[in-house]
């Protein structure tokens, strides 16, 4: 245990190191709230009482897809798998340690962005924090589960983040964090649905705990989780 958790302090000081995830989970959405903050606020005052929760999904979606699977290149696309093997390291300690430590970094982000908004923009608090920080962390873990894929099915670093990009694209745009899902075009807010920003955005906006927000994010994470283990399998042979 000693070893595991010496691990992804390891792990956590390497990363804060990385460019990459220094501005993925950090600069870029920090940046984005406080210019997007601003704008959605003077065009539309009403977007305080969900200026944390929109922001938040942001940053989280874009820290886990664009900042996670380069991580997880650089093990399993690299001699650093070779090393694992040949001291007997388990192949998923890789994947189990990137996805804590930038669970942390994400986690710390959002923080940040839950004091900063209501001294800087005067948001409103979620209703019930509690709820709030649930679905946060349920949020943070889908989507590095499904930004894991991306990073252990594509090997190459230029790939990778154009994948990466394809996902996250959609996942903002057909969230709801822009504008009403029900303005969107039927297939479209189908199409939404399918991505973990979306019912993460409906689970941190709520100001009770429901079943049918949490459920689908439950069902993508196990599905995800299933795909990894298939990923490792063959990255094993």
């Given at each position: 245990m000693g070893a595991f958790l010496y691990g992804v302090f390891l792990q956590w000081k390497?990363?804060?190191r990385s460019k990459t995830l220094l501005i993925t989970c950090?600069?870029?959405?920090?940046?984005?709230f406080a210019i997007m903050g601003g704008i959605f606020t003077s065009v539309m005052p009403e977007a305080r009482y969900t200026l944390i929760q929109s922001m938040t999904v942001f940053g989280v979606t874009m820290g886990a897809l664009i900042g996670l699977p380069p991580s997880l290149v650089e093990i399993y696309g690299s001699d650093i798998q070779k090393v694992y093997k040949a001291n007997g390291v388990p192949s998923y300690l890789g994947l189990?340690?990137?996805?804590i430590s930038a669970y942390i970094?994400?986690?710390?982000?959002?923080?940040i962005l839950y004091i900063a908004a209501p001294i800087v923009f005067h948001a409103e608090l979620p209703e019930n924090p509690g709820v709030y920080f649930?679905?946060?962390?349920?949020?943070i873990a889908v989507s590095?589960?499904?930004?894991s894929i991306i990073g252990l099915a594509v090997k190459d670093q230029a790939k990778t983040s154009m994948f990466s990009i394809i996902v996250f694209l959609p996942s903002i745009m057909l969230s709801g964090i822009m504008f009403p899902t029900e303005l969107l075009p039927k297939a479209?807010?189908?199409i939404g649905k399918i991505f973990p920003a979306f019912w993460g955005y409906k689970l941190v906006t709520e100001s009770v705990f429901r079943p049918e927000s949490f459920l689908p994010?439950?069902?993508?994470?196990?599905?995800?989780?299933?795909?990894?283990?298939?990923?490792?399998?063959?990255?094993?042979?």
């Open positions: 390497l990363d804060i950090y600069i870029v959405p920090l940046l984005f189990a340690l990137t996805n970094h994400l986690f710390i982000m959002s923080t649930i679905g946060l962390a349920v949020l590095l589960s499904v930004a479209f807010e189908t994010l439950l069902l993508i994470f196990t599905a995800a989780a299933v795909i990894c283990g298939i990923l490792l399998r063959k990255a094993d042979k």
